[in-house]
């Protein structure tokens, strides 16, 4: 996820959905989880998401956050 957002960028399941990241499931935005799988240095705001305990870690070490 790191390669296709810049840092202090807002991702949300309608920001992935709109970049081709994900795809709707009969007509709908799908629920997301983030998993803590490979390595963050940027700065990212995590809002209406699900978040792993490794994913939530790495995301507080690099500064960013989960709303």
């Known amino acids: 996820m790191e390669k296709r957002f810049e840092s202090s960028e807002i991702i949300t399941p309608k920001v992935l959905l709109n970049r081709k990241l994900i795809r709707r499931i009969k007509g709908k935005t799908p629920k997301v989880k983030v998993l803590g799988k490979g390595e963050l240095t940027k700065k990212l705001i995590i809002e209406n998401c699900e978040v792993s305990k490794g994913a939530k870690e790495k ?5 960013g956050s989960i709303k």
């Not at 995301?59 to 500064?63: D, P, Q, R, V, Y």
């Open 59 to 63: 995301i507080e070490k690099a500064g």
